[in-house]
């Protein structure tokens, strides 16, 4: 079974602050997708990474693929109020048949407030 | 950006009855769907994989006759809760698998959820 650890699991901060996001397994997955989920709705795509030590920038938010594709990490740049939200992971596996399925993280809840 | 629907957005039933939820995707074809369950406060648990045209795939201590999946075709996939008891109350997401780029690695679209309480 592949887990995905994040942490920390809650993550309260001002506006302004940096923060990072760590999610770590011990089981190497092809790719790793990073999502925010806001309360009743469901989890909106904000990036993937493919190739390991590969780092994607997405305005203020960094993402980084660890070297051997067994964790990431989420940096955030002067957190604003709506960065607000669940902050999950997802591991896509390495084989043919779970290439296709996608193992969520824990989860991190973070708030910004003023 | 592909758009996956779902339906109802929140559904309550009397406790042994049973309760069906649609998946949509409505501008692109899915041969691929999945289905999540997240109770609060927790991540997305994959419940199932399914396949159009042939069985589900239920991941390990899931009841493939308690949680009936059928997808019927190449934009929609249901999920009946049956016999539905309040520790089935939760949020279902499904999210589906654009087919036309060829990969096993296509992006998975979520729907918006469906909240299910059961009294």
């Known amino acids: 079974t592949q887990l995905l650890e994040q942490s920390p699991q809650f993550l309260s901060i001002q506006e302004g602050e940096n923060l990072t996001v760590y999610c770590n397994s011990s089981?190497?997955?092809?790719?790793l997708q990073w999502y925010r989920q806001e309360p009743g709705e469901g989890p909106v795509l904000l990036v993937t990474v493919v190739t390991g030590g590969e780092v994607k920038k997405l305005k203020r938010l960094t993402f980084q693929f660890g070297d051997a594709r067994k964790d990431s990490s989420l940096h955030i740049t002067a957190a604003q109020p709506g960065d607000t939200g669940l902050y999950l992971c997802?591991?896509?596996?390495?084989?043919?048949?779970?290439?296709?399925?996608?193992?969520f993280g824990t989860g991190t809840r973070l708030q910004v407030t003023l | 950006g592909a758009v996956v629907s779902q339906h109802p957005s929140r559904v309550i039933c009397k406790s042994g009855t049973s309760v069906k939820i649609e998946c949509r995707s409505l501008d692109f074809q899915a041969t691929t769907m999945f289905w999540y369950r997240q109770f609060p406060k927790q991540s997305l648990m994959l419940m199932a994989t399914?396949?159009?045209?042939?069985?589900?795939?239920?991941e390990q201590g899931v009841e493939k006759d308690k949680f009936l999946i059928n997808h019927a075709s190449l934009t929609l996939s249901t999920l009946t809760v049956t016999s539905a008891h309040p520790e089935d109350s939760s949020f279902y997401i499904c999210?589906?698998?654009?087919?036309?780029?060829?990969?096993?690695?296509?992006?998975?679209?979520f729907g918006p959820g469906t909240r299910l309480l059961v009294l």
């Open positions: 399914s396949n159009e045209g042939s069985k589900a795939t239920y």
């Open positions: 089981s190497v997955f092809s790719s």
């Open positions: 999210s589906a698998r654009d087919a036309t780029s060829g990969t096993i690695m296509e992006t998975q679209y």
């Open positions: 997802a591991g896509a596996g390495t084989n043919t048949g779970t290439a296709s399925k996608l193992t």
